[in-house]
T-cell receptor, first 106, second 119 residues
Framework: GEDVEQSLFLSVREGDSSVINCTYT??????LYWYKQEPGAGLQLLTY?????DMKQDQRLTVLLNKKDKHLSLRIADTQTGDSAIYFCAGGDMRFGAGTRLTVKP | GAVVSQHPSWVICKSGTSVKIECRSL??????MFWYRQFPKQSLMLMATSNEGSKATYEQGVEKDKFLINHASLTLSTLTVTSAHPEDSSFYIC???????????????FGPGTRLTVL
């Protein structure tokens, strides 16, 4: 199985960029995923990256993958208060990290 | 758009009884569904992968006789918590992938979850 680790908290000011980091152990994952869970709402798949890519951009979201270091990051540009949520990364076997609670201050 | 529903959304039962939770894909077929449980303020823990027409694959440490999974059709998977005890109280979430046929555009949908409280 895969161990996925994330820092637990991140606080940024509105308009700044947020970078959420994740490390994983299993290098055989075909895809790596980022999810968002807002308070009182269900989980949402934000984006995912194929393991042979090193970057994927989707509007304000940029995913960077460093396979050598087994490091995955999610960058949110121009962070808004509506981005406040818990963000989970997960490996190809659908195992989740502990989640990073992003707080966006106005 | 594609939706995954769960029923019931919450259930309270007495210790020793069994509870069935349904997970449905509403406008797409799901050959594979995933069952998770989430404790308060914690991450999701993958319990099992439910495969249509075959036995579920359980994660290490998850008792398959305790958590019975049946995936009898392409739109329905059920999780039955047998002889439930207070420690089984949790938030159970299912998910399914909707495959578009084009690489990189598949989407995973989550059910809204079922809160189980065992007294």
């Amino acid at each position: 199985g895969e161990d996925v680790e994330q820092s637990l908290f991140l606080s940024v000011r509105e308009g700044d960029s947020s970078v959420i980091n994740c490390t994983y152990t299993d290098s055989s994952s075909t895809y790596l995923y980022w999810y968002k869970q807002e308070p009182g709402a269900g989980l949402q798949l934000l984006t995912y990256i194929f393991s042979n890519m090193d970057m994927k951009q989707d509007q304000r979201l940029t995913v960077l993958l460093n396979k050598k270091d087994k490091h995955l990051s999610l960058r949110i540009a121009d962070t808004q208060t509506g981005d406040s949520a818990i963000y989970f990364c997960a490996g190809g076997d659908m195992r989740f990290g502990a989640g990073t609670r992003l707080t966006v201050k106005p | 758009g594609a939706v995954v529903s769960q029923h019931p959304s919450w259930v309270i039962c007495k210790s020793g009884t069994s509870v069935k939770i349904e997970c449905r894909s509403l406008d797409f077929q799901a050959t594979t569904m995933f069952w998770y449980r989430q404790f308060p303020k914690q991450s999701l823990m993958l319990m099992a992968t439910s495969n249509e027409g075959s036995k579920a694959t359980y994660e290490q440490g998850v008792e398959k006789d305790k958590f019975l999974i049946n995936h009898a059709s392409l739109t329905l998977s059920t999780l039955t918590v047998t002889s439930a005890h207070p420690e089984d109280s949790s938030f159970y979430i299912c998910s399914a992938w909707a495959y578009s046929g084009r690489a990189g555009t598949d989407t995973q949908y989550f059910g809204p979850g079922t809160r189980l409280t065992v007294l």
